[in-house]
């Protein structure tokens, strides 16, 4: 997997690109601006996905993610930011980017969007979206809750079943409910979510 950091704060971008380094991702180039990722994009061919400030000189907005999915081949393009609202995320999102990255995320959590968004997903950290993240979080039941442990553990649907003595087919349900509640995509998504809110 090729990772592209692009970030004009020195301490920020090579932290980041260590961490990745040290999950095992050998390939982690950087850039300090937006023309820089650019060239590294067209010399060196696509990355898997390109992490890019969003307040990077030569971004001017979201038009500087435009013109990195562009160099990058459509590959995916995600947003870093320390100070972006919730509604430049969705905008950026809506504009075709693979995920928003707050900088204030754990580095394991970066790390783990990073595989997710490499591997297509779009990534969004609920607490960060969601003003009311919390309150949703409490919407689930004792038995979603139960669920949703599982799926934190890896478990499938069957293991879960088994543990909770239920039908296979219940634990679905179950499954479908929590994820619509919590605005999850997928499992994986809902597990995501349960870390952030530490409610699994």
């Known amino acids: 997997m090729r990772i592209l ?10 932290t980041i690109a260590a961490f990745l380094r040290a999950e095992g991702i050998e390939d982690v180039e950087t850039a300090a601006t ?4 650019m060239a590294r994009a067209r010399g060196s061919g696509a990355f898997d996905l390109v992490l890019l400030d969003y307040n990077m000189p030569g971004m001017n907005g979201l038009a500087g993610l435009a013109e990195m999915r562009e160099a990058n081949d459509g590959l995916p393009v995600a947003l870093l930011s320390g100070s972006a609202t919730p509604e430049i995320a969705e905008a950026a999102i809506r504009s075709g980017a693979a995920g928003f990255v707050p900088k204030t995320l754990p580095s394991r959590t970066i790390v783990s969007a990073t595989h997710v968004m490499a591997a297509g997903e779009i990534f969004a950290p609920y607490t960060f979206m969601s003003r009311s993240g919390q309150g949703k979080a409490g919407e689930l039941t004792k038995r979603e809750h139960e669920v949703l442990r599982g799926i934190c553990e890896g478990k499938s649907n069957k293991e879960i079943a088994r543990d909770l003595e239920l039908q296979e087919v219940t634990v679905k349900l179950h499954v479908k409910t929590l994820s619509r509640k919590l605005e999850a995509r997928n499992r994986t998504h809902a597990a995501m979510i349960a870390k952030e809110l530490n409610i699994a």
């Open 5 to 14: 950091v692009a970030d004009d704060h020195d301490l920020v971008r090579e």
């Open 34 to 37: 937006l023309d820089q990722a």
